[in-house]
């Protein structure tokens, strides 16, 4: 099956500067790379997607970037803020199926 | 759109008894939901897929007898926790697809299970 790895595991920044998280994953039929962020005991929100016929997408402070070749895709936030303080987890699709990264704890820092 | 709910949202159980947990798509029919399970700050893992009308999917290692899924109607699936025991515990969440889109899942605000 898909296996999605999920780096770092912790990431501390100051607030003003950017987060980046990087995945990669295994199954080159994987197509759909969703990102969640999910504040503790609540549900997994999603805050931005990416299709494997696209390269980059942007919303906002929020982009993500998807290396096919090379199986990675990463998640960048510009512009941190206390509220980006949350876990966040990369994800893989093929068909239905979802497979999670580890996740990311961000910690904004005022 | 696309709302997700579950309930309860916590519940706490003895040991050997059985809970049941609902998830329900309030404005949508989702065909296909998904149960996952995750332990404290751990990831998500999926446990089953349910299918209206059909039996539900489970992955490799959960036990079916154990974590009976009913998914008898287009907004509602169930997924019932037998013989819960304390290493149950933990954040049940399910999701579904909203019926536009393929890939788009969306989340219940989960069920925080604890068995003493």
């Known amino acids: 099956g898909e296996n999605v790895e999920q780096h770092p595991s912790t990431l501390s920044v100051q607030e003003g500067d950017s987060a980046v998280i990087k995945c990669t994953y295994s199954?080159?039929?994987?197509?759909?790379f969703p990102w969640y962020k999910q504040e503790l005991g609540k549900r997994p929100q999603l805050i931005i997607d990416?299709?494997?016929?696209?390269g980059e997408k942007k919303d906002q402070r929020i982009a993500v970037t998807l290396n096919k070749t090379a199986k990675h895709f990463s998640l960048h936030i510009t512009e941190t803020q206390p509220e980006d303080s949350a876990v966040y987890f990369c994800?893989?699709?093929?068909?239905?199926?979802?497979?999670f990264g580890a996740g990311t704890t961000v910690t904004v820092r005022a | 759109g696309a709302v997700v709910s579950q309930h309860p949202s916590r519940v706490i159980c003895k040991s050997g008894t059985s809970v049941k947990i609902e998830c329900r798509s309030l404005?949508?029919?989702?065909?296909?939901m998904f149960w996952y399970r995750q332990f404290p700050k751990q990831s998500l893992m999926l446990m089953a897929t349910?299918?209206?009308?059909?039996?539900?999917?489970?992955e490799q290692g959960v036990e079916k007898d154990k974590f009976l899924i009913n998914h008898a109607s287009l907004t509602l699936s169930t997924l019932t926790v037998t013989s819960a025991h304390p290493e149950d515990s933990s954040f049940y969440i399910c999701?579904?697809?909203?019926?536009?889109?393929?890939?788009?899942?969306?989340f219940g605000p989960g069920t925080r299970l604890t068995v003493l």
């Open positions: 994800a893989a699709s093929i068909g239905y199926k979802l497979s």
């Open positions: 404005d949508f029919q989702a065909t296909t």
């Open positions: 199954d080159s039929a994987s197509n759909y």
């Open positions: 999701s579904a697809y909203d019926g536009k889109s393929t890939d788009t899942q969306y």
């Open positions: 349910s299918n209206e009308g059909s039996k539900a999917t489970y």
């Open positions: 990416i299709r494997s016929n696209v």
